[in-house]
């Protein structure tokens, strides 16, 4: 865990992806986030598993960091019935088939990368001690905001006025009067 000052809290986080064959012709592969690896040190696309045609990668190593002011999505995601970590990917670019953008324990900045269509986010469970780390940090800086209703005023505003049209124009008289006879310009 790295600490980035008071505002916030880092641990490298392992992306592995797995690959299976495509069940069609038109897909040659399909390509799926299937886990996390706290601490991870960094890696790029080396091999972790082969089984047939279906291989698994440490694609990648990103930062997850954890922010004061997002508490709230973080205990919205560890209250789920299968806490999650979000990984946001992108077509690759060069030799590396997808891009690792960031991985996210916060379900609001997942879904907002959802909709702009650009990405793909994927869910992975999260690990236990994992989910402790994100739970303690919660605990250390989460504060609950106080709901306070807003009170109108009782005055009525509307049986006044204070001018009509822009005051910062000069007017001889009201801006809304009709038109006289004189006025019209043919």
Same mark, same amino acid.
């Given at each position: 865990?790295?600490?980035?000052?008071?505002?916030?809290?880092?641990?490298?986080?392992?992306?592995?992806?797995?690959?299976?064959?495509g069940?069609?012709?038109?897909v040659?592969?399909?390509?799926?986030?299937?886990?996390?690896?706290?601490?991870?040190?960094?890696?790029?696309w080396?091999e972790?598993?082969?089984?047939?045609?279906?291989?698994?990668?440490?694609?990648?190593?990103?930062?997850?960091?954890?922010?004061?002011?997002?508490?709230?999505?973080?205990?919205?995601?560890?209250?789920? %019935? *299968?806490?999650?970590?979000?990984?946001?990917?992108? &077509?690759?670019?060069?030799?590396?088939?997808? /891009? @690792?953008?960031? +991985?996210?324990?916060?379900?609001?900045?997942?879904?907002?990368?959802?909709?702009?269509?650009?990405?793909?986010?994927?869910?992975?469970?999260?690990?236990?001690?994992?989910?402790?780390?994100?739970?303690?940090?919660?605990?250390?800086?989460?504060?609950?905001?106080?709901?306070?209703?807003?009170?109108?005023?009782?005055? %009525? *505003?509307?049986?006044?006025?204070?001018?009509?049209? &822009?005051?910062?124009?000069?007017?001889?008289? /009201? @801006?809304?009067? +009709?038109?006289?006879?004189?006025?019209?310009?043919?």
């Open positions: 865990m790295h600490v980035l000052g008071q505002k916030s809290v880092s641990i490298s986080l392992g992306i592995v992806i797995r690959r299976v064959p069940v069609s012709r038109w040659e592969h399909v390509w799926k986030v299937v886990a996390v690896l706290p601490g991870a040190g960094p890696e790029n080396k972790l598993r082969r089984d047939g045609e279906v291989i698994e990668y440490h694609a990648a190593t990103v930062p997850l960091e954890l922010f004061r002011t997002d508490t709230e999505a973080y205990l919205h995601g560890l209250s789920t %019935r *299968i806490p999650s970590i979000y990984v946001v990917l992108r &077509d690759g670019v060069g030799v590396d088939p997808l /891009d @690792v953008v960031l +991985a996210t324990a916060s379900p609001y900045e997942a879904q907002d990368y959802a909709d702009t269509g650009e990405e793909l986010v994927e869910k992975v469970p999260m690990p236990e001690g994992l989910a402790a780390w994100i739970r303690d940090y919660i605990e250390e800086h989460h504060e609950d905001e106080v709901f306070i209703k807003r009170r109108r005023d009782k005055s %009525r *505003i509307d049986l006044e006025q204070n001018g009509i049209g &822009d005051a910062r124009i000069r007017q001889i008289s /009201d @801006v809304y009067r +009709a038109p006289s006879a004189k006025e019209t310009v043919h």
